[in-house]
């Protein structure tokens, strides 16, 4: 769905000019008498009749619509509820909006900025506010496309204008500061839907191969360099983790990395990577096969560094990232890796293959060695590693692993500017030892015990004592119902938090 946003006065007189009228009002604001009225007093009444009966109170995610029959520009006024001016309370609001607007087929929609909100407060900027606000109502409105027989016809954009609820509030510069707000609002949007989009192709039409594409896509459209490493070049680079992963599949693996320099005087390098396993079977360590199909995204991770990368091409920030996916298709056949094979990863460590379905760190380990090798000083490695981090931290919270208490830290602070939640495991020497093996350097699996721990932190041993953050999605990229801003299926977790890390300094 396109979006196109406004600020500004309503066009006067003219009735019915809306299909809808949002207006976001507080508990407070509700039970309050006199006041200027929300739409129209007829309106209004209705309203207070619906709140007397208990049916609206203006609480977080409420929401209700009432026809206006000719007293408003808006065809319909729709009240949203909202707690106060927190980013997290207007990005609900703008979802609860979404999902009603949508209901209303509304294409025309006009949205009344509260004064409060406009203004912004020590907590929740003007700017942050718009932002939160517009990021909710473009991810509250999304839905994974369908393949149908029959194509529904193209649907016109969404046109919203924002008006301020008191005439002349602010003039120039809260029109500024709003629409700035908005813009960076559809900037994070737009790559956490890039990210959704690709997490939710099927198997059959997103190969490493796509991936790849999609990259190079990226990396035209934003002059970032890209280097694609096929198979042939990463058996001669001696990536035995990726290779390994990948030579089960008649699909090759790739190794994607894009270069984005916004700080050419400055030695900090961010390495940005992500688990790109475009489907995952468990290979010879074959998955059942209930819910299978939900690994079509075991390349989140991967999903979520580019479409991090689009809102840093576009914001343009001054630091440096290398991107480094890491792709590849873990299917069962003559030539895939086996239980009791041992590799050689690029970094020289050899690692025993007790379980194939423990995939994502072997391709990770390569992934890390290739950002180091390239300049990254300091690393965060996103994926869809453990079913483990889900049974500890449910669908609720991301799962951390590191080595670095500020960098998770400063992680922890964007993830709760944009709303995404990051709970920390505890790393003790005890858990490496559950990876020793006989047989090579480690082994990639721990075992059933802790073992969003033991993946996290063989990951954490190819890190070469940099600063590195393991970031476990596979319990938040994916929902079997929709929440609030979070669509069904694909959530596109994380990239606003690595956007907002990443942007906000220089
Ligand atoms: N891609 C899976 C993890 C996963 C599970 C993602 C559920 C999304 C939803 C990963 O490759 C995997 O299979 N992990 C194994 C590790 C084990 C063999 C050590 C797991 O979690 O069972
Ligand atoms: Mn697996
Ligand atoms: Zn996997």
Redesign the pocket.
């Known amino acids: 769905m396109k979006f196109q946003f406004t600020y500004g006065a309503a066009a006067s007189g003219e009735l019915s000019a809306f299909d809808a009228t949002v207006k976001l009002i507080t508990g407070e604001e509700l039970q309050a008498q006199g006041g200027a009225p929300w739409i129209h007093p007829q309106v209004d009444d209705e309203l207070r009749r619906l709140s007397a009966k208990g049916l609206f109170k203006g609480e977080k995610g409420q929401k209700v619509t009432i026809a206006t029959l000719g007293l408003h520009a808006g065809a319909q006024a729709l009240f949203v509820g909202y707690g106060g001016v927190t980013a997290d309370e207007l990005r609900e609001a703008g979802a609860a909006s979404a999902k009603a607007l949508r209901k209303l087929k509304a294409r025309r929609v006009q949205v009344l900025v509260p004064s409060s909100v406009l203004s912004g407060n020590a907590d929740c900027s003007a700017e942050r506010a718009a932002q939160s606000f517009t990021e909710g109502l473009i991810l509250g409105w999304y839905e994974r496309p369908k393949r149908k027989r029959e194509h529904g016809k193209e649907l016109e954009p969404v046109d919203v204008q924002f008006i301020p609820e008191a005439q002349e509030a602010g003039g120039e510069t809260a029109k500024a500061r709003w629409s700035a707000g908005v813009k960076r609002g559809e900037l994070f949007a737009e790559g956490t839907l890039f990210a959704r989009d690709l997490t939710n192709m099927p198997g059959n039409e997103l190969i490493p191969e796509g991936l790849a594409e999609y990259a190079e896509e990226i990396g035209h459209r934003y002059s970032f360099d890209v280097e694609i490493i096929d198979e042939f070049t990463a058996i001669d680079m001696g990536m035995g983790g990726l290779i390994g992963v990948g030579k089960g599949s008649a699909h090759p693996p790739r190794m994607i990395v894009l270069h984005y320099e916004g700080a050419p005087d400055s030695k900090d390098v961010w390495g940005i990577i992500g688990k790109g396993?475009t489907f995952?079977t468990?290979g010879i360590?074959l998955?059942r096969a209930e819910g299978m199909e939900?690994?079509i995204?075991?390349m989140g991770g991967a999903a979520a560094v580019l479409g991090t990368m689009r809102i840093i091409g576009e914001l343009k920030p001054k630091i440096n990232v290398i991107a480094v996916i890491a792709a590849a298709e873990?299917m069962p056949s003559d030539r895939a890796l086996k239980p009791g094979d041992v590799i050689v990863t690029m970094s020289g460590r050899t690692v025993e293959v007790v379980?194939t379905?423990?995939?994502?760190r072997l391709v990770l380990a390569d992934a890390l060695t290739t950002a180091i090798r390239r300049g990254a000083t300091r690393l965060i490695d996103i994926a869809?590693?453990?079913?483990?981090v889900?049974v500890a931290l449910g669908n609720v919270a991301t799962g951390a692993v590191t080595n670095d208490e500020l960098l998770l830290q400063d992680i922890i602070r964007a993830g709760r500017t944009a709303g995404e939640r990051i709970w920390p495991f505890p790393s003790y020497p005890e858990y490496r030892r559950q990876l020793d093996s006989d047989a090579a350097d480690l082994k990639?699996?721990?075992?059933r015990f802790a073992?969003t721990i033991?993946?996290g932190l063989f990951i954490g041993a190819f890190a070469e004592d940099l600063p590195w953050v393991h970031l476990d999605i596979?319990?938040t990229?994916?929902l079997k119902s929709s929440r609030g801003w979070e669509s069904k299926g694909a959530t596109g977790v994380m990239v606003r938090t690595l956007a907002e890390l990443l942007s906000s300094r220089s």
């Open positions: 396993i995952d468990g360590s998955k939900e690994m995204g075991d873990n379980n379905d423990a995939e994502g869809t590693l453990t079913g483990a889900e990639n699996s721990g075992g073992g033991t993946g596979a319990g990229s994916w």
